[in-house]
């Protein structure tokens, strides 16, 4: 067990929790209920100290269901999401699942809180109510404010000094569970930069000690050399493309099986074919179903083959010219492919908006995508983006589809090709992950070079990669061959690491995670 203020090292783990509940600004509600509940989990021993983990879930309340508007104007949860959400019960259980799974206990993990209030109070109230036992995992934790404290030398109120003062950007949408959860994940990691050690606080500890004295704070945080770095092994190097186009006509039932024989002599474990046109998504079911079963893959052989099901925005204004202009009749018919083959089939798309090059109308392109992104929410399934030269656009759409659903769609950017931060942190405070291809490797003027400038500000726990073959064929291996294929993702994954001044291993590892878990590879 990890002792109060004698451990010399901090844990592996972090564990960042911040629970929402509810709340009223007039009355004091008895008891408060636990509405939202985020964990994510940093990994202090890898050098960047990634986000490795994530638990997210809403909670139904009991003893007040109707939520204030105070309460939702306050963390941003709607009744609909909780109406919509399993019970603290459930979602317990679903916890301790999580830290099994992840064997997160008293010898390598801490919780991480910003203030004590989360674990003091409001987890014992709602553990008490609801006739569950506790854990000792959570029977004490580690109060960020009282470790920021120390290293600034003045009192720590909050979150948003702590963002200030460090300099890093706000996450999301302050009072939301996990967004706060992943900005104080961010502190946390700037404060094991400058070798702050995270030990138990104790409940009567608090930063007061400080209060009037000015922030001091180095001017460079220390270059952290962590003792462990995972071993290059099958485990962590196991890869997954999300993203190729099998169904292009540089490839055949000739040549596939070669391709996919090397591409698991690449370590690549998954392959996802992309579905971009009705016709393109039925190929892409297809093959899935003929190479899987193929004796070359039941003898481990190829990679697991996995496709998306989707209009891509060029072909909208054929699919709606096939079916007489009813964007029902389009989903109806994805609908269709989905629920036949849903062991195949993981995300909707490659759906979004392409303003670049329009070979479909804009309103074409607008009403296709709107259809995709409710059809993904009704049959719970990740969207497969494409996003060119109509961000502004793009995120209005699906903020739109965000606010009349009272729940968030989920998905992959894919192909991100973009240069510019503020349009990246829009999409990762969407939720979204980020796929990046061999575009980030093209040092060519005009190319992916100002990709390559900013790839390493997208957190490790939304990175993705992708080779989009037979297209943006790597340019960091020599000689550079004539076909981009499955078994160049790891070219990829290099250059990242490169980029992030990390092991390949480690963009391996959590690429391949991010894939598995969003997408539901098995």
């Not at 892409?284 to 179903?289: F, G, S």
Request: glycine share 6%.
């Amino acid at each position: 067990m990890i002792s109060s203020g004698t451990t010399p090292n901090t844990p592996r783990f972090l564990a960042v929790l911040d629970f929402e509940a509810t709340c009223d600004d007039k009355t004091k509600l008895q008891p408060q209920e636990i509405i939202e509940f985020p964990v994510v989990v940093i990994d202090t021993t890898l050098r960047t100290f990634p986000i490795v983990h994530e638990f997210h879930q809403y909670c139904k309340p009991v003893a007040h269901p109707v939520l204030t508007p105070f309460c939702t104007q306050l963390t941003g949860i709607t009744q609909e999401t909780v109406t919509a959400a399993n019970s603290f019960t459930v979602v317990w259980k679903e916890f301790l699942e999580f830290l099994h799974k992840y064997d997160l206990n008293q010898t390598n993990c801490i919780f991480l809180t910003c203030g004590h209030w989360d674990l003091l109070t409001m987890l014992p109230v709602q553990l008490r109510f609801s006739g569950i036992s506790q854990i000792p995992l959570m029977q004490q934790w580690c109060n960020i404010k009282i470790i920021a404290s120390e290293h600034l030398g003045t009192e720590v109120r909050g979150m948003p000094f702590m963002l200030r003062t460090y300099k890093l950007p706000l996450i999301g949408r302050h009072h939301s569970g996990i967004d706060d959860a992943r900005n104080i994940a961010s502190i946390a990691r700037r404060l094991l930069e400058f070798q702050q050690t995270f030990r138990v606080t104790l409940a009567s500890e608090n930063s007061t000690k400080f209060r009037g004295l000015p922030p001091k704070i180095p001017k460079t945080p220390v270059q952290q050399t962590p003792e462990h770095t995972p071993a290059l092994s099958h485990e962590y190097m196991s890869l997954v493309d999300i993203g190729a186009n099998l169904t292009h006509k540089a490839f055949n039932r000739d040549n596939l099986p070669a391709i996919l024989r090397k591409a698991k002599q690449a370590n690549v474990s998954h392959v996802m074919i992309t579905g971009t046109s009705m016709k393109a998504s039925r190929d892409a079911i297809a093959l899935c179903r003929e190479f899987n079963a193929h004796p070359d893959a039941t003898a481990g052989a190829f990679p697991k083959l996995w496709c998306t099901v989707g209009v891509h925005p060029h072909d909208s204004g054929r699919a709606l010219a096939e079916v007489g202009g009813k964007t029902e009749k389009i989903v109806a018919d994805l609908e269709k492919m989905i629920t036949e083959n849903r062991d195949v089939v993981v995300a909707v798309g490659e759906c979004g908006l392409d303003f670049d090059r329009t070979f479909s109308t804009l309103e074409d392109q607008e009403a296709v995508f709107l259809a995709q992104m409710r059809m993904s929410l009704k049959v719970g399934m990740p969207l497969f983006l494409h996003e060119r030269s109509a961000h502004v656009e793009f995120a209005k759409m699906v903020q739109k589809v965000n606010t009349a659903a009272g729940a968030r769609v989920t998905g992959c950017v894919h192909c991100f090709t973009g240069d510019r931060v503020d349009v990246l942190q829009t999409y990762l405070d969407m939720g979204f992950y980020i796929g990046i291809t061999g575009w980030v490797t093209d040092e060519r003027e005009g190319r992916g070079g100002n990709l390559a400038a900013i790839a390493h500000k997208i957190p490790l726990h939304r990175l993705m990669i992708e080779t989009d073959a037979p297209f943006l064929l790597p340019r960091n291996i020599k000689p550079v061959p004539k076909l981009c294929e499955p078994a160049l993702v790891g070219c990829v994954a290099l250059k990242l690491a490169e980029l992030y001044g990390i092991n390949v291993t480690e963009v391996a590892a959590a690429s391949t995670e991010n894939a598995t878990a969003l997408f539901g590879l098995h």
